[in-house]
C-alpha cells in the first residue's frame, strides 16, 4: 500500500518549493534534450543508413576498377559522409557552371543527381583523351564532345549503382541528361529532404569529390525492404548461397592463359638463316612419336603428342609433368 503524507508532511514540501530550496532530481529522469527539426523528418534510419554506406561501399569498389581499367592510375574511392538534407541547401552547395547528370531508376518515381566535380570532369576527359590528367583549361564550361566523353563513365556509374543495389532489388538506373546549372537539374521541391551521398576520388596523389543525391520522398519502398530484410552480408543475389572460394573459382575457370607446345629444337648457322626461303624445311632433334612438352605461361605443366583431329592441327595430352618442375 502506498504511504500517505501527513498533512505536516504536506506544508513541509510546499514550503521548500515557495522558498526555492534545492530539491533533490531523479538521475533517472534527467535526460539531456536532443533537438529534432520537425520540417526535416529523418525518413532514413541510422540501420537504414549503415545499409546504404554498405551498399554505396560496394559500389566505390566496383566503379574504381573499372576507372583503374580505363585510366591506367592508381585509384581509391572513399564514401565520406551520407547525410539527410533539404533540398535547397544541396543546390548552394553546387558550383555554376557544374557537372551534373540527372538519372531516374526504371519503374519507380526515385530521381537523383550524379554530381561530378569540375576538375574530376576536366581531369577524366584527359585521362581517357590520352593525356596526363593534369592539362588546364581556359573555360569551365563542358563541350558537348566533353559530355560524351564523360558520359561513358555515367554510364558505368549507373552500372555498377544497379550491381550494388542487387541486394535490395533489381533496379535499372537510367541516365536522363546532361546539366551545367543545378536550377535546371529541379529532382523535387526545395523544401523536400534529399539522401546526399559523398565520395572522395583519389586518381595519384590528387583528390576529386563525386556526389550521388537521391530524392528521398519516393525512397519509402525501398526503405521498406531495406527494414524488412536481414543483411547479413552485402553480397549481389545473384551470389546467394555461395561461399567465397565457389565465386573465386567459378572466375578461376573464365581465366585465359597463354598454352604453347615445343615441337622440337634446332641449330642452325645465322648464314643459313639468312638464306632461308619459302618453302624450306628445317629438320627438327625431335621425331613424330616424341612427346613435346606443353607450356602454360612459362612452366612445363603437360607432355602431349602432336596429330590431326578434323583436318586441323592438335596436340594430345599424354601425361601430366610433377609440379616440382623449374620454370623453362
Partial sequence: MAEVLSQQEIDQLLNKVKSGEEQTVNPAT????????????NRISKNQLRTIRNINENFAES?????????QSIININVTSIDQIYYSEYILSVSNPACLYTFEI?????????????????ALVDKLLGGSGVGSKQSNIITPIEQKV???????????LRKAWQIVDDLEFRVERFESDIDFAQITSQSESVLLISFEILIAEKSYMMNLCFA?????KILSKLSSQKFSSIRPAKNA????????????????????VEFGTTKIS???????????????????????????????????????????????????????NKPE
Fill in 30 to 41: 534527467d535526460k539531456e534534450a536532443v533537438l529534432f527539426d520537425f520540417r526535416l523528418p
Fill in 63 to 71: 566503379f574504381s576498377s573499372f576507372l583503374v581499367s580505363k585510366l
Fill in 106 to 122: 526504371k519503374n519507380t518515381d526515385i530521381k537523383g543527381i550524379l554530381e561530378l566535380n569540375l576538375d574530376l570532369s576536366l
Fill in 150 to 160: 564523360i558520359g561513358v563513365v555515367v554510364e558505368r556509374v549507373m552500372i555498377d
Fill in 216 to 220: 528521398t520522398f519516393a525512397f519509402d
Fill in 241 to 260: 548461397s555461395t561461399s567465397t572460394s565457389e565465386i573465386i573459382s567459378n572466375h578461376l575457370y573464365k581465366t585465359f592463359l597463354p598454352v604453347t
Fill in 270 to 324: 645465322v648464314q643459313n638463316l639468312f638464306d632461308l626461303e619459302k618453302g624450306d624445311i628445317i629438320k627438327l632433334d625431335t621425331t613424330i612419336s616424341d612427346e613435346h612438352p606443353v607450356r602454360v605461361g612459362t612452366k612445363t605443366l603437360f607432355m602431349g603428342r602432336a596429330g590431326v583431329v578434323n583436318k586441323h592441327k592438335a596436340i594430345k595430352i599424354t601425361r601430366k609433368v610433377e609440379q616440382n
